[in-house]
């Protein structure tokens, strides 16, 4: 497999001198993150409704006293039900012609501001039932805005590298913060989570659960892939590529086991921009 | 020939990256900065994970303090297909965003009923029995169970009694 990879290096070369066609590449996964992101809200509308969990009558208060009563009038026209929904809808067919237009740089930097904007509006409403996933993917998309719409390459370099650091500092922060906890480590509390309706998964519960040692090796795992992502910049461009590969699997399992379906397009969007970073300090290192 | 946006870009990307580091940390007052809300928080389950299941109920009270069954608000299952398709967990996500935002204040009862949260709940617990006319006040609790291990739910939160809201027409 090493081997596989080793070969596949000398092609990956010619193609990760191409900077906006990675940026393209990474803006376009983003957008099929977004794109199912927006239609589970719009399938959740009822919840928008004046009686629901996302309502904005409950929330107007709160922007209010964080933005200023004068500031209300307007954000409930884009906010109230069904106007909400609009916002998501307009993302959607922005992510729709980001794909539609893959190539034409300009012209997806151009939507990536359309969506970048979108995105923080809405953020402006409170940000109950997002996750890590709509963060990464704002940034990857936000940063593409700048970068597709500029013609200067140190700006497209500037912004792979930006998102590279992110994911680096994504695994890093996950996986420093909890390889400190001897229930971390111990597999306690991969068990805790496994056991949750909202996170969990019965059968790998149930599996895990009666086989405390095995627990403890995956637990170990994830926190030993996720610690080690700073210093797999610093490795060979196919151990890289090894490792995001490993990362791909643990996205996929995620999204199979927990239901973490949208950290699959959101982090694996930023994959490139990493293994491009990688390449760059490879160049300049060593 | 380089332009002044062409450093600004960069520059811009430093300081968001070097933002985004810092507000890693709990309590971080860049957070307090972070008017757009483009700032990550990747702490994903760290350092302890939420370690229970939660769920929201409602019951109505009426004038002569009877009182329904206890409502589920929120409901939300888990699908098989769960992996491509899971706009519950949003909903999931989003009951133990608004528990985590209430519980710094589950010790000030003097003003529980006037925070964000506990209004979100309120409101929605009202909602199922607005358009019933015998109840008059309404009263939510939160609870919380050990997921797959075990069904049995222990109170976290019980709310005060309100008297329902109904919008008039």
């Known amino acids: 497999m090493i081997l596989y990879f080793y070969r596949m290096n000398m092609r990956l070369e010619e193609f990760l001198v191409n900077e906006r066609l990675i940026l393209s590449i990474a803006a376009s996964l983003t957008a099929i993150s977004m794109i199912i992101n927006d239609l589970e809200w719009i399938s959740l509308r009822s919840h928008f409704k004046r009686t629901g969990i996302f309502s904005w009558d409950s929330r107007k208060a709160r922007v209010a006293s964080l933005l200023g009563a004068k500031s209300v009038p307007a954000l409930t026209l884009l906010f109230k039900f069904p106007n909400i929904l609009f916002l998501f809808v307009f993302r959607v067919l922005c992510c729709i012609a980001l794909l539609a237009f893959l190539g034409n740089y300009f012209l997806m930097g151009v939507l990536c501001i359309f969506i970048s904007g979108i995105s923080i509006i809405i953020s402006i409403r409170g940000n109950e039932g997002t996750t890590g996933a709509d963060s990464m993917a704002v940034i990857t998309i936000a940063t593409a805005a700048f970068c597709l719409t500029s013609q200067v390459p140190f700006v497209w370099k500037a912004g792979l590298t930006f998102i590279g650091c992110q994911l680096a500092l994504a695994y890093a922060t996950a996986g420093w913060l909890r390889i400190v906890q001897p229930t971390w480590r111990s597999g306690a509390d991969l068990l805790l989570v496994l056991r949750q309706v909202t996170y969990g998964n019965k059968m790998v519960w149930n599996y895990l659960v009666n086989r405390p040692k095995m627990a403890m090796v995956t637990s170990m795992a994830i926190l030993l892939f996720e610690c080690s992502a700073p210093f797999v910049l610093f490795m060979p461009v196919y151990l890289v590529i090894a490792y995001l590969c490993i990362g791909l699997f643990f996205h996929i399992s995620n999204a199979i086991f927990m239901g973490l379906n949208t950290f699959f397009w959101a982090f694996g969007a930023t994959y490139l921009p990493f293994l491009w970073l990688s390449v760059q300090i490879n160049l300049i290192v060593f | ?169």
């Open chain 2, 1 to 169: 020939m380089w332009s002044v946006t062409d450093l600004i870009i960069p520059a811009f990307f430093l300081v968001w990256f070097v933002a985004s580091v810092f507000a890693q940390f709990k309590n971080s007052k860049v957070r307090g900065y972070d008017y757009l809300g483009i700032l990550p928080s990747f702490r994903f389950f760290a350092p302890r994970p939420v370690t229970r299941d939660i769920r929201v109920f409602a019951k109505g009270i009426t004038e002569n303090k009877n009182e329904s069954a206890w409502k589920e608000l929120f409901y939300a299952d888990k699908k098989w297909y769960c992996f491509a398709w899971n706009a519950q967990h949003k909903l999931r996500k989003a009951v133990i965003d608004i528990y985590s935002d209430f519980d710094a204040f589950r010790e000030s009862p003097t003003i529980w009923h006037v925070t964000f949260p506990y209004l979100i709940i309120l409101n929605a617990a009202n909602a199922i029995f607005e358009n019933s006319m015998e109840f008059t006040r309404v009263q939510f609790m939160i609870t919380c169970f050990a997921g797959h291990e075990e069904s049995t739910h222990d109170i976290i939160f019980l709310s005060n009694e309100h008297e329902i809201g109904r919008v008039s027409g």
